[in-house]
């Protein structure tokens, strides 16, 4: 049958009714007007005419059908129909919708973060054939940190594996932006990254080895700063005082990494060509075709392992270079918690899913009758079965809608979660991502929409079993709620566990009232650290103001091997290896950390005098317990320095780990590096105060990163507190859903028993029993389940093992409570409908039918 | 005896073949099968116009409003060329059906 023809009558199907309806009243005028010519009188030819044509709604309906797309028609009419159920009993389908739209947002928000970062890592093309070779050296518990040159310069060798080799190092710049100073986020590359990254520029061109002081703009830079304009090229930035020419322009969809604002091109000193000297470039290679990321691992390994470790330096070192995809390199810690949250977020729409499933039956029981008399009138049991799955994917469909909002607040929170991790800036919702919660939410109504669907069919087939039939679904339903929300309600109590047992760690200084910033230090301006230590100790809101380099959780720390003056390193001995601070003398007072022994430093510590440091307590126990290490000597950064004093331990890159030994140095005497870290305890934000001293002190510096002491710990915290709460939330949720599901599910089985359960009463039945076969009933379900949530939440501890702290995996007092919690709350959510039932008077219960 | 029930399939038939005399509007149709068939065939309204529309959408007739001999507006169906050969097609199996049942009824 054509097709647009029926689309076109369905179309036009206003003007086709009144056509037939003309046609027939014309047909009937005719047959009566022949009645009359025959001999009738006119009212007896109209009763003839009217009987012989029958029904006319019948037909009329009949021809109504050829002309409409009739299972369109059918399920417009379903659609309608599922629609004025669902307003009739708001309260039922708001919860179905509700349920559904957490579910289904909670997983399409994960889902958007699994694609920017797993998937498809921040949109580089054919992110597959991209690795990153990393160096680990186990004896100084590195790993994953980046390559000095030579690893870099062996790793472009290997032509036969890589198709391409790059280096990039991170770079700040000041650059003058309309007579301001302005920090900017760069990184020197090779000349080969973007060919590694296979981008062809938006403009202009990429490096070429020949480039020197060249520079690449970012498109959002480019955009912001030169309003996209094409004349850029040749021009000159000025990057800390010195003009760099504008050779290229990256394309938008390139933002790796995401922070980067401009690329400059990248010199290697002859003099940096040392192993494990100035490690400080990430290199990332193309895989040539044909090999595999594996392939290209055992291809470096075998050079590493071919190296005379003697000779370089790095015997017994546990020295290598790690080679794995790009998308470890983008995701790093965030992958298992990422699948654990996605897991978390299924468990809980499958919760949800089962508990409208559950309600949707109980409404089909009260709507038997409607479907006995529906069917007595010639409905197909296809078509009832359609309308019940059209009703579900009605409120699939809107609790999707929903969920996709949920998800879009939910993204929208994402990006701003406080994460060392910068990726998660770019998670965005795509057409895709919503294209996939949508389907989710129809595949949920689907899901859902079969359980009554099957009970219907099995009753129509088998009516007469009716009530012998097993139970088979309430036992299933309420194992599978009881071992989604045991396993979650486990995992996120181990999770949870850990982070208060992190959160209570001190780290070994007061974190409150303390802001912090940094500074790169001008050029050719000896006199500014003073100038600005002078400025900040003038202004009446410091309390009490340092400089540092590095500073606390900044993600920054210095580490060195050390050596100790007149002692052989052993072997056993506690491995030579700590961090340094450079600060000023305030540095103690500022953090207050107190001093246990021995002088601070001080303002005659200069340039000139002779080196001098303090070594923290971890120091001091593990290298000198039985003697008093002032007046020893030890050397990390510069030279030989006497220790003059010693001060508590600090814990500064995360509160988990034990400290590291911690050598402090006078800035005043390791003037080395370009970047300053301002220290200021004030009760008033610090923040205007630390601009103004910076610019009072030299008017072309930038001030960047400024944040308060306590936002940094929260940074290092993030990861684990965002995963815990939002396992909690998941968790949470899927609990109640599961005690809500179980109740409605109980207290529908005793409402459909009632007759039952008053029969057996009525037969000396003690309500005890009555009692004890429900809730044993529920019970006992609820075992299984707790057993198969043990076993998930087993099987889930091997993605949390690296989140736990210091609590073992499979800590019995927390899974034994999370049990217990949850048969408590199984038991209360048996035990009302239960109670209900052992309450039923018989006599009652046997009038009700 | 009563009028019998019409075979399944061939009132298509039978209308198609009335419009081959020329257009007629759905009264005229059905007063000619009755005709035509002495009476025996009565072609229920309730069947008819269904079957119409069917005919209109599978473009075996056409239909437009026209007037009656007695000054009436009414819709006025016509066999299409597709109409005819389907019509064709139709009679030749049809008569190769009622020679089929012939033989088995006058077999034994």
């Not at chain 1, 076109?8 to 009566?32: C, D």
């Amino acid at each position: 049958m054509k097709l647009w023809n029926r689309v076109r009558r369905w179309r036009g199907r206003r003007a086709a009714e009144s056509e037939l309806a003309e046609e027939i009243r014309l047909h009937r005028q005719m047959l009566e007007e022949k009645f009359i010519a025959e001999g009738m009188s006119r009212d007896e030819a109209r009763t003839v005419a009217a009987r012989e044509f029958g029904n006319t709604t019948a037909f009329v309906e009949e021809s109504r059908e050829q002309w409409n797309l009739q299972w369109l028609a059918g399920a417009v009419k379903d659609l309608r129909f599922a629609w004025r159920l669902a307003r009739r009993q708001p309260l039922l389908s708001a919860a179905a919708i509700l349920t559904i739209a957490f579910g289904v947002g909670a997983n399409t928000a994960i889902v958007s973060v699994l694609e920017t970062v797993l998937l498809n890592p921040v949109g580089l093309r054919d992110a597959n054939r991209l690795v990153v070779a990393r160096v680990r050296i186990d004896k100084i518990q590195f790993r994953h940190v980046q390559a000095s040159a030579v690893e870099f310069r062996e790793i472009q060798g290997m032509t036969d594996a890589f198709s391409a080799v790059a280096a990039e190092e991170g770079h700040y710049w000041t650059a003058q932006v309309g007579g301001e100073p302005v920090r900017l986020i760069g990184r020197s590359v090779s000349p080969d990254y973007f060919r590694v990254f296979g981008v062809n520029p938006e403009l202009g061109r990429f490096f070429t080895p020949e480039d020197r002081e060249s520079v690449v703009l970012s498109h959002s830079y480019w955009v912001a700063q030169f309003g996209g304009d094409h004349s850029v090229i040749g021009r000159a930035l000025i990057l800390d005082g010195r003009a760099y020419r504008i050779v290229g322009v990256a394309p938008a969809d390139f933002r790796f990494p995401p922070a980067a604002r401009i690329w400059t091109s990248l010199y290697l000193d002859p003099g940096r060509f040392r192993r494990g000297y100035n490690m400080n470039l990430w290199v990332f290679a193309r895989l040539r075709n044909g090999v595999s990321v594996a392939r290209a691992a055992d291809r470096v390994n075998r050079y590493i392992g071919g190296l005379d470790m003697k000779a370089e330096g790095y015997e017994g070192f546990g020295y290598g270079v790690e080679v794995d995809p790009i998308s470890d390199f983008v995701v790093g810690d965030l992958r298992r918690p990422l699948w654990i949250l996605w897991a978390a977020a299924l468990v809980v729409l499958l919760t949800g899913c089962a508990n409208v499933a559950g309600l949707l039956l109980t409404r089909a029981a009260g709507r038997r009758r409607e479907m006995a008399i529906r069917i007595s009138i010639g409905a197909s049991r296809l078509r009832i079965v359609r309308q019940l799955l059209v009703e579900s994917l009605l409120l699939g469909a809107l609790g999707g809608l929903a969920g996709l909002l949920l998800a879009d607040v939910g993204v929208k929170l994402i990006t701003r979660l406080p994460l060392e991790s910068q990726w998660l800036n770019l998670v965005k919702l795509d057409a895709r991502i919503l294209a996939y919660g949508f389907v989710l939410a129809l595949v949920s109504g689907l899901f859902f929409g079969l359980a009554p669907a099957l009970q219907l069919l099995r009753e129509s087939q088998a009516s007469a079993l009716v009530r012998s039939r097993p139970r088979w679904f309430q036992d299933v339903f309420v194992a599978a709620e009881v071992a989604g929300a045991f396993a979650l309600v486990a995992t996120t109590a181990l999770l949870l566990r850990s982070l208060w047992a992190v959160e209570s760690v001190r780290p070994g200084f007061d974190a409150s009232n303390l802001t912090t910033a940094f500074v790169l230090k001008p050029n050719n301006d000896p006199g500014f650290p003073d100038r600005l230590r002078a400025a900040l100790e003038a202004s009446p809101a410091v309390e009490s103001a340092a400089l540092a380099k590095p500073t606390p959780f900044a993600g920054a720390e210095l580490t060195s091997t050390f050596n100790i003056r007149y002692r052989e390193h052993r072997a056993g001995d506690p491995e030579w290896h700590g961090e340094a601070y450079m600060v000023t003398p305030e540095y103690l007072h500022t953090m207050r950390i107190p001093l246990l022994h021995g002088r601070n430093l001080a303002d005659s510590d200069t340039a000139n005098a002779p080196l001098v440091c303090l070594i923290d307590a971890k120091l001091a126990q593990t290298f000198f317990p039985n003697e008093d290490p002032i007046g020893k000597e030890i050397e990390m950064y510069r030279d030989w320095a006497r220790i003059v004093g010693v001060v508590g331990t600090v814990r500064g890159s995360t509160l988990e780990e034990g400290s590291r030994p911690i050598v402090y140095y006078s800035l005043a005497q390791t003037p080395f590096f370009p970047d300053i870290g301002i220290v200021v305890r004030s009760r008033v934000p610090a923040g205007p105060v630390i601009r103004e001293a910076v610019r009072h002190a030299n008017a072309s510096v930038a001030v960047y990163d400024m944040a308060s002491m306590e936002e940094r710990i929260a940074e290092s915290l993030g990861l684990r507190r965002v995963l815990a709460w939002l396992l909690a939330i998941f968790g949470g949720i899927s609990l109640l859903l599961a005690v809500v599901g179980i109740y409605a599910v109980v207290a529908h089985i005793v409402g459909e028993r009632t007759t039952e359960i008053g029969i057996r009463m009525a037969l000396g039945a003690k309500p005890r029993q009555i009692l004890a076969s429900f809730a044993g009933q529920g019970l006992r379900a609820g075992a299984v389940g707790l057993a198969c949530g043990y076993l998930a939440a087993a099987w889930a501890q091997r993605w949390i093992a690296s989140m736990l702290y210091q609590i073992r995996p499979f800590d019995a007092a927390t899974f034994v409570s999370a049990g217990v919690g949850v048969l408590m709350l199984l038991l209360a959510a048996v035990w009302w409908p239960a109670r209900r039932a052992s309450r039923i008077d018989p006599q009652q219960a046997l009038h009700y039918e | 005896m009563e009028a019998p029930e019409l075979l399944p399939g061939t009132l298509d038939m039978l209308v198609l073949k009335t419009l081959t005399r020329g257009p007629n509007h759905g009264y005229g149709i059905a007063q000619h099968i009755r005709r035509v068939s002495r009476e025996a065939l009565r072609i229920g309204e309730g069947s008819l116009y269904p079957a119409l529309q069917r005919l209109l959408l599978k473009e075996w007739v056409s239909a437009q409003w026209d007037m009656t001999e007695t000054n009436r507006k009414a819709r006025f169906y016509r066999i299409t060329a597709v109409g005819r050969r389907q019509l064709a097609s139709e009679v030749k199996s049809f008569n190769f059906m009622v020679a089929a049942i012939g033989h088995v009824m006058e077999s034994s």
